[in-house]
């Protein structure tokens, strides 16, 4: 397969195939996926311990560079930037609708010019941490921390490893995906993620007028009575309503949603009885999840959140380790050169 | 070459050596630590010899190397393991082959994010000198100096045998 310039990964990936920058899920294969759960696995541990920090970026900067509003992302990113050792600067950004492209590549220079190491990119626009990683200077990581409806590949990861850990694989696992799929950059990666390590069925539930054109194309079936599209699950993702599409006229009302959508516990009594309950936050108690649900034996909603930071620390270490190698690799040449 | 050092005899010279060394000392229940991969065999090995009822420890250092700016980060990491309270402990820690040292300083800066121990005392199987740092072991079971180009291996973990390689390859 040769690589072009549509394919993320002569971005992504150094030549010989280590992380450089974490943008999507797409185009990274299932033994790159399996080694990113596998680093987060030693870092769950680290997180474990009384001192719970390794000095792996140590001396180094991240720059959470968050054009779009979040608390717990940007949190647990900001956490799995401390207990690497990096250094860490927050920096939320309200763009102006007028001057984003301007503002955000001016920006960016001026991040550059105090020797920032890392940008773990926020923004509402797809495409912009692509854009960034295409202009910026050479060493410089850029990790997605979701961006437009295009991705959120931290996120997807994280469920990934929830998922592993709970169930132990993912061969032959039911998947489904509640809610709005249209607006999601979460489902987007979670069905590559999932498609990519072997799950046996995923399933999106959704009304129509929430569901993408061509949801199938992406790898799942589709399902639009939640009753039948809970049956034998054993892993449910429940997405967050957004309130405002509400006035977009997709929705009737919130009441007519979680009739229809919200995971009650009668309806989680149809998929199998070890069935996990999975959201990404922050929830809607009584839009889209009960509370007896989301607090129930079954949800692991927090244990998604402890491994946020696992799985972010380990992005973040593999792509500033591609980094670093890829620069010596490059000196070495340039002496061997010098030497010739 | 393979049969210039038999794995058994360094056991018994590790194991007799460490006897020694925790009778002068007085250690008390000490605590067995392996460092990853080979490290870890021969801890196993060593505590049974010892009578040493805890289990074994096993540590992973690739989040602690000091190589990290130059190679990144080792892709198959596993998660340490350290199943007992390290605080005011003595340990052993244990190693297959020690020689620049940083191996051993990674692991003991790894070891002190679980706690404070009493003691550390350092015992590897084969010491090829050419340290570069002031880190030496208090039991070793061969002392060895190889040519330049030759590397050596502990290969396990049943049976455990030493494998010495030339230069390539």
Partial sequence: MTENAASPNHLQLTRDGQLRHFLTLDGLGRELLTDILDTADSFIEVGERTIKKVPLLRGRTVVNLFFEASTRTRSTFELAAKRLSADVLNLDINTSATSKGESLSDTLLNLEAMASDMFVVRHAQSGAPHFIAESVTPGVAIINAGDGRH????????????????????????????????????????????????????????????????????????????????????????????????????LPSERE?????????????????????????????????????????????????TNGIAIRMAVMAMAMGGQVAERQQKMNELNERGQA | ??????????????????????????????????????????ADILGKRLGIEEPFGELDISFYRD?????????????????????????????????????????MNE???????????????????????????????????????????????????????????
Wanted: glycine share 10%.
């Fill in chain 1, 151 to 250: 991705a959120h590949p931290t996120q997807a990861m994280l469920d990934m490893l929830t998922i592993r850990q709970h169930k132990g694989g993912f061969e032959g696992l039911k998947v489904a995906i509640v809610g709005d799929i249209l607006h999601s950059r979460v489902a987007r990666s979670q069905i590559r993620a999932l498609n990519e390590l072997g799950a046996g069925q995923i399933r999106v539930i959704a009304p129509g007028t929430l569901l993408p054109r061509d949801v199938e194309s992406l790898g799942c079936t589709v399902e639009y009575d939640m009753g039948k599209g809970m049956k034998d699950l054993d892993v449910v993702i429940m997405l967050r309503l957004q309130k405002e599409r509400m006035e977009g006229a997709l």
């Fill in chain 1, 257 to 305: 949603f979680y009739r229809l959508y919200g995971l009650s516990q009668e309806k989680l009594a149809l998929a199998h009885p070890q069935c996990i309950v999975m959201h990404p936050g922050p929830i809607n108690r009584g839009v889209e999840i009960e509370s007896a649900v989301a607090d129930g034996p079954q949800s692991v909603i927090l244990n998604q959140v």
């Fill in chain 2, 1 to 42: 070459m393979s049969t210039l050092l038999d794995v058994e005899q360094l056991l018994d010279t590790l194991e007799t050596g460490m006897r020694r060394l925790i009778e002068e000392r007085g250690i008390e229940s000490p605590l067995v630590i392996g460092i990853r991969t080979g490290g870890v065999w021969v």
């Fill in chain 2, 67 to 107: 190589d990290f700016s130059r190679i990144g980060l080792n892709p198959r990491v596993t998660p340490s393991s350290l199943p007992f309270d390290t605080e005011g402990r003595n340990i052993i820690l244990v190693d297959d082959v020690i020689m620049s040292g940083r191996t051993i300083r990674a692991a």
């Fill in chain 2, 111 to 169: 070891i002190f994010d679980y706690g404070r121990p009493a003691r550390i005392i350092l015992a590897a199987l084969i010491d090829l000198g050419a340290r570069e740092l002031p880190i030496r072991p208090d039991v070793a079971g061969q002392s060895l100096e190889l040519n330049a180009g030759q590397r050596v291996k502990l290969r396990g973990p049943d049976p455990l045998r030493i494998e010495f390689q030339e230069a390539g390859h």
